[in-house]
């Protein structure tokens, strides 16, 4: 298996699935590496492996009212950037190309896939202070630190071809847990 088929599809579904009417954060460096590669790609591996189906199960966008979707914790005004699931979490597809996209939000987790690409000093002062994580209004136990998805992170890449993209292998030697 691949990253997206047996990395960032299987943590996507433990996220989701773990902290219902969560969000997190999917971040690229562009809207069409999002759009056109990294999301498609990790939603076409959902649908495969966890047969779960956009239209039934998760939406680009606010699912229709009809359904009774639970809404998030913290509702999104602008729903254009996020896919919600059937449990009320959202995932935000955040720019980098886009200066302050993430300021001000609050997530209970960060995936970014071709990571190496990512600007580190931008990731540190716009993306990660967002990983504050948000509390549930009725103690669900997924949204404490007892789960280790709660204010988790998952950074994949291939290897790094310069100086600036190694900023990963560095930061690896901080990791704590492993899921």
């Not at 996507?12 to 590669?37: E, H």
């Not at 997530?107 to 509390?135: C, H, Q, Y």
Request: with cysteine; hydrophobic share 35%; charged share 25%.
């Amino acid at each position: 298996l691949g990253k997206t088929d047996g990395i960032i599809a299987p943590f996507c579904i433990r996220i989701t699935s773990s902290m219902p009417q969560g969000a997190g954060l999917w971040v690229g460096n562009s809207r069409k590496q999002l759009f056109t590669r990294t999301v498609p790609a990790t939603i076409s591996a959902i649908e495969r492996m966890f047969n779960l189906k956009e239209g039934r199960d998760f939406w680009w966008g606010q699912p229709p009212a009809k359904l009774g979707i639970p809404k998030p914790i913290v509702k999104p005004k602008d729903w254009s950037h996020v896919i919600s699931f059937k449990n009320g979490f959202v995932w935000h597809l955040i720019s980098l190309e886009v200066k302050g996209s993430a300021n001000s939000m609050t997530v209970n987790s960060i995936i970014a896939d071709e990571a190496r690409f990512l600007r580190k000093e931008k990731l540190d002062a716009e993306v990660m202070p967002t990983l504050s994580g948000i509390t549930h209004p009725t103690n669900h136990p997924g949204f404490t630190l007892e789960n280790p998805y709660y204010k988790s992170t998952l950074f994949v890449s291939d290897a790094a071809l310069t100086q600036r993209e190694s900023w990963l292998e560095k930061e690896e030697e901080k990791c704590t847990k492993e899921i």
